[in-house]
T-cell receptor, first 112, second 115 residues
Framework: DAKTTQPNSMESNEEEPVHLPCNHS???????IHWYRQLPSQGPEYVIHGLTSNVNNRMASLAIAEDRKSSTLILHRATLRDAAVYYC?????????????FGGGTRVLVKP | DVKVTQSSRYLVKRTGEKVFLECVQDMDHENMFWYRQDPGLGLRLIYFSYDVKMKEKGDIPEGYSVSREKKERFSLILESASTNQTSMYLCASRPLGTSGRNEQFFGPGTRLTVL
């Protein structure tokens, strides 16, 4: 599995954008980049994934560097509900199985 | 709404007891997983199952077994609970994937304390 580096924590004001960086310089060409988040006292939940192109969904956007050695998760307008630990997970896709290996993640604090 | 439920949010057991943790999903998913989460160690995979009666060991299967008799249900069994199995246990499910998406749906977790 590719190793990842994420900042331990980030703070944001409510309604402002949050940019969460992830360095994954050892990623292989076939690894997808997944992001999950874990709200307090809950199980993790999927946020977004991508391979090479930037991706958008209702929760967030994912910007992937051209060399794929880093990516940035963008929360466009942070709300208090977005306070969570965010995990970046490069992963080779398999139809069956595919464990998730969570690193330390980035703890996001949203201030009202 | 898709749902993964776990039988208990909190559980206290004694050393040596046999412990059953139950997980049920209502999404007809083929893959199901059991993880444990400990501070500083992240999530670690105990076992997973990709079909009924099929199971594979994860990274830390010692001291655990699993059972999948029905597609929707995946049970984790601690044959003889020990204090080092005190942890948060998370169940997850995932459909047989396509197009690189590995969205796993997690239950709320069971915080197990072994005294």
């Amino acid at each position: 599995d590719a190793k990842t580096t994420q900042p331990n924590s980030m703070e944001s004001n409510e309604e402002e954008p949050v940019h969460l960086p992830c360095n994954h310089s050892t990623i292989s060409g076939t690894d997808y980049i997944h992001w999950y988040r874990q709200l307090p006292s809950q199980g993790p939940e999927y946020v977004i994934h991508g391979l090479t192109s930037n991706v958008n969904n209702r929760m967030a956007s994912l910007a992937i560097a051209e060399d794929r050695k880093s990516s940035t998760l963008i929360l466009h307008r942070a709300t208090l509900r977005d306070a969570a630990v965010y995990y970046c997970i490069p992963m080779y896709f398999k139809a069956a199985g595919n464990k998730l290996t969570f690193g330390g993640g980035t703890r996001v604090l949203v201030k009202p | 709404d898709v749902k993964v439920t776990q039988s208990s949010r909190y559980l206290v057991k004694r050393t040596g007891e046999k412990v059953f943790l139950e997980c049920v999903q209502d999404m007809d998913h083929e893959n199901m997983f059991w993880y444990r989460q400990d501070p500083g160690l992240g999530l670690r995979l105990i076992y997973f199952s990709y079909d009924v009666k099929m199971k594979e060991k994860g990274d830390i299967p010692e001291g655990y077994s699993v059972s999948r008799e029905k597609k929707e249900r995946f049970s984790l069994i601690l044959e003889s609970a020990s204090t080092n199995q005190t942890s948060m246990y998370l169940c997850a499910s995932r459909p047989l994937g396509t197009s690189g998406r590995n969205e796993q749906f997690f239950g709320p977790g069971t915080r197990l304390t072994v005294l």
